[in-house]
C-alpha cells in the first residue's frame, strides 16, 4: 500500500488559456488515462468526503482511495489487475473500507478519460489535464505540491504567465463527472 498526503491547486481554464500556458513548457506529452469511480449505492463514500478511483494508465490499474486530511486528502494506493469490482477484494483495500464502515457492495458510477501531460518543477507537478466525460471537455491546469512550500503562490506566478490568478472554481473530476450525468 502506498501512502500519501495530497495537496493541490486546480483551476478550470478555457481551451485558448490552456493551450496558451501549455505551449509555454515545451518537454512535455499527454498521456491517456481513464478514471473509473466507484462508490455504494447510497453514496457512502461521498458522505465522508471521500473517493474512490481506479485508474487505468498504460496498461496498469491503480486503486485510490481518497481520504479527508487537515491539509489535502490522503491517498491510499495499490496495484491491481483489473477494473473490476474484483479489486476491491484485496486485504489491503478490505481493511480501509471497512475503517470506513463501508459494508455495501461498490458500483462504478462513472468514468473520465484525461489526456495528460505533467511537468515536474522540483517542489511540485504542474499537470495539463485535458477531460472527457459524459459529453462534456474541460481543461484544467492543477499544481500538486511534492514538497512543503507555499504552493499557492508558486501557481499564481505560473498562471501570470497566461494573466490568470488561481481562484478555487472547480470541483474535483469525480464531483464533475458524477454531476454531468
Excluded: W
Amino acid at each position: 500500500m502506498i501512502n500519501n498526503l495530497e495537496v493541490e491547486y486546480k483551476i478550470l481554464v478555457t481551451k485558448e488559456d490552456f493551450e496558451k500556458l501549455s505551449a509555454l513548457y515545451q518537454d512535455k506529452t499527454f498521456i491517456k488515462q481513464i478514471n473509473y469511480y466507484y462508490d455504494t449505492e447510497d453514496l457512502d463514500l461521498r458522505n465522508q468526503k471521500c473517493a474512490l478511483r481506479i485508474r487505468e494508465k498504460n496498461n496498469t490499474f491503480l486503486i485510490t482511495l481518497k481520504t479527508p486530511a487537515s491539509k489535502g486528502h490522503h491517498e491510499h494506493e495499490c496495484y491491481v489487475n483489473e477494473n473490476s469490482s474484483k479489486a476491491f477484494e484485496s486485504s489491503e483495500i478490505k481493511e480501509l473500507l471497512d475503517q470506513l464502515n463501508i459494508e455495501k457492495p461498490l458500483m462504478e458510477l462513472g468514468k473520465c478519460v484525461t489526456y495528460r501531460a505533467v511537468v515536474e518543477l522540483g517542489k511540485a507537478e504542474l499537470c495539463f489535464d485535458i477531460n472527457e466525460y459524459n459529453g462534456i471537455t474541460d481543461y484544467e491546469i492543477e499544481y500538486e505540491q511534492t514538497a512543503e512550500h507555499d504552493g499557492i503562490s508558486e501557481f499564481n506566478k505560473i498562471l501570470s504567465q497566461v494573466n490568470l490568478r488561481y481562484e478555487k472554481n472547480c470541483a474535483s473530476k469525480i464531483k464533475r463527472t458524477l454531476h454531468s450525468r
